[in-house]
Nanobody, 127 residues
Framework: QVQLVESGGGLVQAGGSLRLSCAASGRTFSSYVMGWFRQAPGKERDLVAGISSSGGSTLYADSVKGRFTISRDNAKNTVYLQMNSRKPEDTAVYYC????????????????????WGQGTQVTVSS
């Protein structure tokens, strides 16, 4: 089992940058596939980006490609989401998620593909 704690959220102006972090507990972080999701008020929780357990494979939502970058540091048990060129529509609660790599063949694109979730961090982009 793994526990996830997000940090780094806040208020940023459109066009600005922000980096989110997700710290995981446990000794087996490197065996988990990780994902970042976001949920705006009244909307579904959607994938933003995902990364394989080794970091060698990533995927992104079309809406963030070229602006956001997911990465991980297995030595620090942390996954990051670098967000550049922020837009007001990026405003949402951002969640970190994890699933053991033995459970999935590829990085899941839907929330049902993940077993563990953080509490979320609010990101607000002002225009």
């Amino acid at each position: 089992q793994v526990q996830l704690v997000e940090s780094g959220g806040g208020l940023v102006q459109a066009g600005g940058s922000l980096r989110l972090s997700c710290a995981a507990s446990g000794r087996t972080f490197s065996s988990y596939v990780m994902g970042w999701f976001r949920q705006a008020p009244g909307k579904e929780r959607d994938l933003v980006a995902g990364i394989s357990s080794s970091g060698g494979s990533t995927l992104y939502a079309d809406s963030v490609k070229g602006r956001f970058t997911i990465s991980r540091d297995n030595a620090k048990n942390t996954v990051y989401l670098q967000m550049n060129s922020r837009k007001p529509e990026d405003t949402a609660v951002y969640y970190c998620a994890a699933v053991p790599n033995v459970v999935v063949r590829a990085v899941p694109r839907v929330k049902d593909g993940y077993d563990y979730w953080g509490q979320g961090t609010q990101v607000t982009v002002s225009s």
